[in-house]
Every structure is written in C-alpha cells, then in structure tokens.
C-alpha cells in the first residue's frame, strides 16, 4: 500500500529530491567524496550555490536590483533579523497567527510596532481586510501562509511601505509578484528542502537604512557580499533544494504547481464541504492551498482519533491538526501527488460510510 505524508513540515519532498540527495552524499558530483566532506568553497559546491540561486530567481521571475541569500536560524531567526535590519521607528505588522504573533513580538524589541488587524477574535481563522497601512511605516510584515490555522493571502498587497512576507509554508506553490516585496524569507522544511536551510530574497536598496549596530552574521548585506558563503552554509540542504527547484522547473515552473495545487485543494475542500462528518474551520475566501485544516461536525465530534487510525490503515498519515485547531489538517505541498490526496477523500467518504445512520 502507497503511504502518503500529509505532514505540516518537515514534509514531504519530490522523491528525485531525496534520491539525488542521497546519491550526492554517498558521491558528490563523481568526487568519490560525499557532499557532507567537500568544500563549501570547491567548485562543485560553489556550481551548486549558483544554480540554486539561479533557479530562485527563474522560477519567481525575480526582478534586477534583489538578491536571494540561503541562510541558517530558520524562519524564527527572521523574525528578528528583520526588524534588526529594517525598523528604524515603526513597523507594522498584520496578525493572522501563531507565526505572526511570533515575529510580531520580536519587532518589539526594536521599535514601535502597531498590528493593523488581528483575526484573533475568530481563532485565526480568516485573513483581516480593509485596514489602513500606516505609511510612516518601515516595512508592512504579513505571513502570506498560516500553516496552524490553514489561511492564505492569495494576493500579491499593494502597499504603501515594502512588504515583508513570511512565505514558509506557500513558496513556489503559486506565482508572487516579487517587484511587490521588499523582503520575503522561509524556512525550507515544507516546499523545499529538509530543515537546516532559510531562503531570503531582499531588494538591495531596503538595507542600509536604520541607525542601529548590527551583528555581522545578522546583517543581510554580509551575506549578500559573501554570496551566502561568510559561514560554512548549510551544503546538504541547499544541495536538495537545488534538487526540488530542478523538479519544479522540469513539471512546468510554478504557475504548473499552481494549477495542481488549485486541483488538489479544490478536491479535499469540496469533499469537507459536502461530507456530514467534515466541516471546515476557515472563511472559504482565505482557505489555504496548502494546509488543509477541517473538522468533525458537531454530530460526529468525539470520532477524531478513530478517523486517524482509519485513514492510517489506507495509508495516510500526519493528519492530526494543530492543538489550536483541533481536528485534522493536511498539508498538500507541492510534492504530494493528487493520487494522496484522492486516497484520504476516499478514507473520508468510507468512514462516513461506516457511521452516518
Ligand atoms: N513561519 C511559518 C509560517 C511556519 O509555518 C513556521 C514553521 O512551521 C515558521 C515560521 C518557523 O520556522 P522555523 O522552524 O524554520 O524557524
């Protein structure tokens, strides 16, 4: 029986990803040496940074004037060498969750920060609309994609100040108008790579403009200079990445991705939508196309852990939801074949079967 992961991140890959990955640790680049032993500085690896880098800036139609930088610390660590490098004043910030609470907090340490709207009142369960941008801002900070809660910005904002976007768990999953953003980073564990690798692509002329020290290793202009190379960077992961971004390209490029990725969803949600023992938690508008987050209704609350244990013996597997939510969430990254996804609708219907009187 095929086995699928429906896991929020680390998550499923392209298994040439993993199979390429593999073969290069064992023998890099016909080296006889593994990946883990070269230099980060040999031309192989240096060939490996370059495509990687390369294969970035195709596939998001980066503009001239951006740079794209691999880095370690995750996603967290961007939380504050954002503001570190960009709050001069003020910031603002939008909170649509647990990870924009997150980065929100660490801005405080370095200015004023004003929360245009929350959707806290409503559990995070839809993305807040019609608020005012200050424009005295230094930079509008949005998490286009909220992995816990299941919402989605579907939309490249128009701003008044650069945005910076926390695009972890939707990069490469639909096309971004990057000449929008001022910033936008992620961690690599969901759409393309294991842990241990954060993507940055930063427009060159936002830095340089706060006062304040910064530590060398948390200036983005360090990196851009060493080409993300000041440190020993993270070599297996950015190799994979390589690996994930040549699987995208050679399936169509993103807009490809997104067009599977719109199927995809549109199956499970119109299955949650017309199952009786599924409901949704998110306004349909904002529903996520990459965290599938649902719940039992109110008829048949209480079977969670049975459903987990049914879907498991077909197959499926992580699809228990965040303790903020409760009920299930499926994260269908661009790696999961529509295949995974017709075989947990199946187990839904089926399990429907064996309760609905
Ligand atoms: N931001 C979002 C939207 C996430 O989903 C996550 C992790 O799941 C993070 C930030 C934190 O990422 P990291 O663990 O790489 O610091």
């Known amino acids: 029986m095929k086995k699928y992961n429906f896991s929020p991140g680390p998550s499923i890959l392209p298994q040439q990803t993993y199979e390429e990955t593999a073969k290069a640790i064992l ?184 006062t304040r020290k910064i530590p060398t290793m948390l200036d983005y202009r360090t990196h851009i200079e060493n080409g993300s190379m000041f440190n020993t960077p993270p070599v297996v992961p950015i190799y994979a990445a390589m690996q994930t971004l040549r699987w995208i390209k050679s399936k169509g490029g993103v807009d490809a991705m997104y067009k599977i990725n719109k199927e995809k969803a549109a199956l499970l949600y119109n299955e949650i939508d017309t199952n009786p023992v599924f409901r949704g938690t998110c306004a349909i508008e904002d529903r996520s196309l990459m965290n599938v987050c649902f719940v039992m209704t109110p008829d048949y609350e209480g079977n969670e852990a049975d459903f987990i244990e049914f879907a498991k013996e077909r197959g499926i597997y992580e699809i228990k939801g965040h303790r903020s939510v409760g009920g299930f969430r499926a994260s269908i990254y661009n790696a999961m074949p529509i295949e995974g996804v017709q075989a947990l609708v199946n187990a839904m219907q089926d399990f429907a079967k064996t309760i609905v009187k």
């Open 27 to 210: 023998n890099f680049d016909n080296t006889s040496f593994s990946l883990m032993e070269v230099s980060h500085r040999s031309k192989g690896f240096q060939a490996v940074m370059d495509e990687a880098v390369e294969l970035f800036k195709e596939l998001l139609d980066i503009p001239s004037g951006y740079s794209v930088l691999f880095l370690g610390g995750g996603a967290s660590m961007q939380f504050c060498m954002v503001p570190f490098n960009l709050l001069e004043k003020k910031a603002a910030y939008l909170n649509t969750g647990t990870w924009a609470n997150k980065a929100l907090k660490e801005a405080k340490l370095f200015g004023e920060v004003v929360e245009v709207a929350s959707s806290k009142d409503a559990n995070y369960s839809y993305i807040p609309k019609n608020y005012q941008i200050p424009t005295d801002a230094d930079y509008f900070h949005i998490t286009s994609n909220n992995t816990i809660f299941g919402t989605e910005l579907h939309t490249d904002l128009d701003s008044p100040v650069p945005v910076v976007a926390d695009m972890s768990s939707d990069i490469f999953s639909r096309p971004v108008d990057i000449s929008k953003y001022g910033l936008i980073y992620g961690g690599a564990q969901k759409n393309l790579a294991p842990a241990g690798v954060t993507f940055v692509i930063v427009k060159d002329d936002i830095l340089g403009k706060v």
